[in-house]
């Protein structure tokens, strides 16, 4: 699963340095959680309108006013929205901001969720195969007692970069219903052959993959990234933690098309404009956890920061209509 611990929130100062938050400035953090990176950016001095699906984390933070007064400050400085991030651009015109001056994304699944054996999110622990972020619509255990054989290869192949994913569907099917996560662990673990010791639990995968197909999280980080283009102002940051391959890639290619690095040309012709402005630029390398985080935080170990900072030109054509 996703390598987080509970209230840590991963490469914070790295995260911080990019946005490079100012008394005044007016940040979107897309995945408020436990609030990590929201702290900080109150505490420069930068009003913050929080995003989560999860009802308990926005509850979280809205029945602890002593830790938040910035909820109650006139005007608030901490605006909490109880909504997808993909819906950021729409909800931030809704509260009348048309720009923003940062926005930070943190995918995936938090540690508060993981930590919850209810919410069905990890098999450390047994519980109901849930993995709702937003605590409604199809759970896991609908998708994978209802859907054929094919659809759930496709899913664990797609978003859990599953190598043998006929055969954990064919495995899956064939034990159904399934209604915990201990179960379903089980039911991977012998279709794959596991033995207790082994470095990684194969069904780490399965479990990525039901995860993100139950609660559309690539769609999601797409959404968010092109939101994220829409409202920030010229010169605005985007800071954006990835868990694994898959998200770190879209962000990546996002980044790299927005930044015009893609277009392909010839030291033989003269260069040629073509295809909408670049909307970022100063895009960084990717930046993972240091040693001594990795030590005080072994569930960071798989983060990875790409950042980058916005342009003058106007969001592209393409986002605003896939939008």
Request: hydrophobic share 40%; aromatic share 4%; proline share 6%.
């Amino acid at each position: 699963m996703d390598e987080r611990s509970p209230h840590v929130p991963v490469l914070l100062e790295e995260v911080v340095s990019a946005l490079n938050p100012q008394r005044g400035d007016l940040i979107v953090d897309a995945t408020l959680g436990a609030g990590g990176y929201t702290r900080r950016l109150l505490d420069a001095g930068a009003t913050v309108h929080a995003f989560d699906r999860d009802p308990d984390a926005i509850a979280a933070i809205r029945d602890n006013p002593a830790r938040w007064p910035e909820l109650a400050s006139n005007p608030p400085r901490l605006v909490l929205h109880p909504r997808r991030f993909s819906e950021m651009a729409e909800s931030m015109t809704d509260a009348g901001v048309e720009q923003v001056d940062g926005v930070v994304m943190d995918i995936g699944v938090s540690s508060m969720q993981l930590d919850q054996p209810d919410r069905g999110f990890a098999f450390a622990s047994d519980g109901p195969l849930d993995m709702r972020m937003s605590q409604e619509g199809v759970s896991a255990a609908d998708f994978l007692n209802e859907a054929d054989e094919a659809e759930i290869a496709d899913v664990l192949y797609l978003h859990g970069e599953e190598r043998q994913s006929r055969r954990v569907a064919r495995a899956i099917v064939a034990a159904r219903p399934l209604e915990t996560t201990g179960e379903l662990a089980r039911v991977v673990r012998k279709a794959l052959g596991y033995r207790p010791g082994a470095p990684k639990d194969p069904a780490t995968r399965s479990f990525q993959a039901i995860r993100i197909h139950v609660n559309g999280e690539l769609d999601e980080l797409d959404q968010g990234l092109m939101g994220a283009e829409t409202l920030l102002r010229a010169g605005g940051k985007l800071a954006v933690v990835t868990f694994h391959s898959l998200e770190d890639r879209k962000v990546k290619r996002f980044l790299r098309d927005a930044s015009g690095a893609g277009k392909s040309t010839s030291r033989h012709m003269p260069q040629v404009e073509t295809g909408p402005a670049a909307t970022f630029t100063r895009v960084s390398k990717a930046i993972r956890p240091g040693e001594a985080e990795l030590a005080a935080n072994p569930r960071s170990r798989s983060a990875t920061l790409r950042s980058a900072e916005r342009t003058d030109a106007p969001a592209r054509d393409t986002h605003r209509s896939a939008a």
